[in-house]
């Protein structure tokens, strides 16, 4: 779980518009905080899919699912199973 | 007639119809007028005075909007999805003394942004407003000003365009009638309603006394369950029809009963159209076209045209003179190419504060495009490119020459050259050709581009080369830049 959460920090850090010493809840919005926008979440779908070879179905492209570390980790976890 | 005063008739004519819709909020013509009367309530002693709006997408932001109107203020609504940065230099420039956000952009953006302020007043869903502090001075505008819109894209100062209430009032009747919009048909908002092309879905729709169902694009799911939900008008640009149709299933049934999917903020390809049109047979596709400058709206491409013309603008909407004319400002015979100039009572009164910009765009009276543009025989007319070198990014106008200035400025570099590459979803993104100094770092660069520049600027790809890029007569243009580039890449 929590390496997932840092995969996904480290790539947030390296394509997005968040701050390489700016701190993320596991809860903040990612959309609303600015960090992603639509085209970003699309690539950042891309590279999970791929990384954790998973696929992700349309009806989970929600912002319960995506808009957060926590949801985005979680989603990860139940859908590698 | 100002926007709001319709909202005020249809509160009195059909008080009980759905005005706005957002997620599992609704709000009809009446409550909408009052929420507007409450908020422009505490607007009423400033006196034509400039208010910058900072709000999200969504039912308060057109309320604030409104309210603005109402109280007979200027609105100048600022484009979130711009960095920090930008928006400062946009607010230094305009001189803006009062701002209305919300609690969320008030947490988002922290108290020290707010400083320049003489007047803050927070929007929040709980309780309606919230004064933080008032001052009212003493403006100058322009006597009928009532909108300030920005420019979407560059790295320079983006520029205010400004606009009164017959503007507004007239393109939005254009858009009715091209559209054929009445009271019964919904449009979706799921673009920025700060810029033009949004601001005109807002309009078009209120002035109808029909409805608007906000959304975004961030999380498809909920976008294509707005879609799905009664929505008679999409509205998008080209990206916005490139995400959707990754999910093919889901447009379908989503699309099934919408009437008509319009576009505008650049040229819809045959590939975006052949897909909807295989899975949505029986939605009408109406490509638009336009500027800020000019309101909203300029051109549109008749659904019945749309196979065979697909690579024009088509004809001008009513209202709306179009011509293409040489650099001595004479018309230009068909399939010669002209600048597009434009006529009509949609046209801006200029740029904020900026009188030597607004001349060279408005000459004796027709706005000159920038666009390099020809007439078809049967009068329909075809873009050419920019005259000035901009470049479409994502749907964002764009002066290459100043993202590569920025670059060069902040950078231990020697030059900068932005080179337009294909992107699967915004159409065209852009790579960087660099020229190093001592000391340049790829990542430096890439992590100044991703904090400094709009997401849609951040480079796909970072290619160092050890000479100018010039065209055989010496110049450097778009055009010798993306040869040189093939060149390297070939070379790779």
């Known amino acids: 779980m929590e390496q997932i959460k840092n995969d ?28 992603i926008d639509s085209i970003g979440l699309l690539e950042l779908m891309d590279y999970i899919c791929e990384k954790y070879s998973i696929e992700i179905p349309e009806d989970m492209l929600t912002p319960e699912n995506f808009d957060s570390l926590q949801g985005i980790t979680n989603m990860i976890t139940t859908l590698a199973k | ?71 007979a203020n200027i609105a100048i609504p600022l484009p979130i999805e711009f960095p920090k940065f930008s928006l400062e230099k946009i607010l230094d420039a305009a001189h803006i003394n009062n701002i209305i956000t919300t609690d969320k952009q008030y947490s988002r953006f922290g108290e020290d942004f707010f400083e320049r302020f003489g007047t803050v007043i927070v929007i929040s869903s709980d309780n309606p407003k919230k004064i933080l502090r008032k001052s009212i001075e003493t403006e100058v505008n322009n006597s009928e000003l009532r909108l300030v819109l920005y420019t979407s894209g560059t790295t320079g100062t983006p520029k205010g365009v400004m606009l009164n209430d017959k503007n507004l009032v007239t393109n939005a009747e254009s858009i009715i009638k091209v559209l054929r919009i009445t009271s019964r048909d919904s449009g979706a908002l799921v673009i920025s309603p700060h810029h033009a092309f949004g601001n005109s879905i807002i309009n078009s729709h209120l002035v109808a006394g029909g409805s608007v169902k906000i959304g975004n694009m961030n999380f498809i799911d909920p976008t294509f369950n707005l879609v799905g939900s009664g929505v008679s008008i999409f509205y998008g640009v080209p990206s916005t029809y490139r995400i959707l149709l990754r999910y093919p299933d889901r447009f379908k049934r989503a699309f099934a009963n919408v009437r008509t999917a319009a576009s505008a903020g650049g040229g819809m390809d045959r590939a975006i159209v052949e897909e909807i049109t295989g899975l949505a047979p029986d939605v009408e596709i109406l490509p638009m076209y336009g500027q800020t400058e000019a309101t909203a709206r300029l051109a549109y491409l008749p659904a019945e045209d749309v196979d065979e013309f697909v690579d024009t603008i088509g004809k001008a909407i009513p209202g709306v003179i179009l011509d293409v004319v040489d650099s001595e400002y004479r018309p230009v015979k068909p399939n010669i190419t002209g600048e597009l100039v434009a006529k009509g009572d949609n046209i801006m009164l200029g740029y904020l504060d900026d009188e030597l910009a607004t001349e060279k765009r408005i000459v004796n009276g027709w706005l000159h495009t920038g666009d390099l543009a020809q007439k078809l025989p049967n009068g329909y007319i075809r873009l050419l490119g920019r005259k000035d070198d901009l470049i479409k990014i994502g749907d964002h106008r764009v002066n290459p020459r100043e993202i590569e200035r920025s670059i060069e400025e902040n950078n231990e570099v020697s030059k900068v050259f932005v080179v337009p590459v294909h992107h699967e979803l915004m159409g065209t993104a852009i790579s960087l050709m660099v020229i190093p100094a001592e000391g340049t770092k790829i990542e430096k660069l890439f992590a100044f581009c991703r904090k400094s520049l709009p997401g849609y600027l951040c480079p796909r790809e970072i290619l160092f080369i050890d000479h100018l890029p010039l065209s055989e007569n010496g110049k450097i243009s778009n055009r010798s830049i993306i040869e040189e580039y093939q060149h390297v890449k070939a070379s790779m």
């Open chain 1, 8 to 35: 996904i920090v480290e790539y947030l850090k390296a394509n997005s518009f968040m701050d390489n010493n700016s701190s993320l809840n596991d809860n903040d919005s990612l959309t609303q905080n600015g960090i």
């Open chain 2, 1 to 71: 007639m100002r926007i709001d005063a319709y909202i005020t008739e249809y509160a009195r004519k059909t008080p009980q119809n759905t005005a706005l819709e957002e997620g599992k909020n609704s709000i009809s013509y009446s409550c909408l007028d009052n929420d507007i009367n409450a908020i422009a309530s505490s607007l009423m002693d400033f006196n034509r005075c400039r208010f910058v709006i900072l709000a999200e997408s969504g039912i308060q932001y057109i309320k604030v909007l409104m309210a603005v109107y109402r109280s």
